[in-house]
T-cell receptor, first 117, second 109 residues
Framework: DAGVIQSPRHEVTEMGQEVTLRCKPISGHNSLFWYRQTMMRGLELLIYFNNNVPIDDSGMPEDRFSAKMPNASFSTLKIQPSEPRDSAVYFC???????????????FGPGTRLTVT | LAKTTQPISMDSYEGQEVNITCSHNNIATNDYITWYQQFPSQGPRFIIQGYKTKVTNEVASLFIPADRKSSTLSLPRVSLSDTAVYYCLVGGGFQKLVFGTGTRLLVSP
């Protein structure tokens, strides 16, 4: 299995530009998560989907951020317009989802390092 | 969501056993305890998960006392490659995962 695939791996953009991050979860996983990691704030959950439906987007910092999951094999996280404070590593993770007893395990992608100048 | 508390950092030497303890006093009945490992420039990686007593896999052991208010991740005979940040998480089902600051483990020769 190729694992979770994220693209691009690195993105440098100017303030005000639109940024789109992409994620392909592991085949067969029905939960998908977007995280952001910075030195100051650590690893934060932004949004997660179950069966392509957003379950909790309370971690999305503001309206400039949006996420979609049009099908089971693809998700995007968009920032429009981007700002320097959005600079971070963005991780996508997928999970087989809840099983009997409520346990879970998440598989993380390699991350996208975003720099907004 | 159950809040977790773990040491900010730990130091060890190659070949030693390392025990990292996590406190989660308000753990709920349905919550599982999960540990992740993160190397620099990589995403976190699942290590081990348990509900009660002891769980062991090829990488680590997880000890959970009867009251489940804490847990201890045990890494036997660490090597330099075990230098990483270790996160303790509590939750279950579709609860939001909350990664704390983690424990930064440094293994020296």
């Amino acid at each position: 299995d190729a694992g979770v695939i994220q693209s691009p791996r690195h993105e440098v953009t100017e303030m005000g530009q639109e940024v789109t991050l992409r994620c392909k979860p592991i085949s067969g996983h029905n939960s998908l998560f977007w995280y952001r990691q910075t030195m100051m704030r650590g690893l934060e959950l932004l949004i997660y989907f179950n069966n392509n439906v957003p379950i909790d987007d309370s971690g999305m910092p503001e309206d400039r951020f949006s996420a979609k999951m049009p099908n089971a094999s693809f998700s995007t996280l968009k920032i429009q317009p981007s700002e320097p404070r959005d600079s971070a590593v963005y991780f996508c993770a997928s999970s087989p989802g809840a099983v009997a007893g409520g346990s879970y395990e998440q598989y993380f992608g390699p991350g996208t390092r975003l720099t907004v100048t | 969501l159950a809040k977790t508390t773990q040491p900010i950092s730990m130091d060890s030497y190659e070949g030693q056993e390392v025990n990292i303890t996590c406190s989660h006093n308000n753990i709920a009945t349905n919550d599982y305890i999960t540990w992740y490992q993160q190397f620099p420039s990589q995403g976190p990686r699942f290590i081990i998960q348990g509900y009660k007593t002891k769980v062991t896999n090829e990488v680590a052991s997880l000890f959970i006392p009867a009251d489940r208010k804490s847990s201890t991740l045990s890494l036997p005979r660490v090597s330099l490659s075990d230098t990483a940040v270790y996160y303790c998480l509590v939750g279950g089902g579709f609860q939001k995962l909350v990664f704390g600051t983690g424990t930064r483990l440094l293994v020296s020769p």
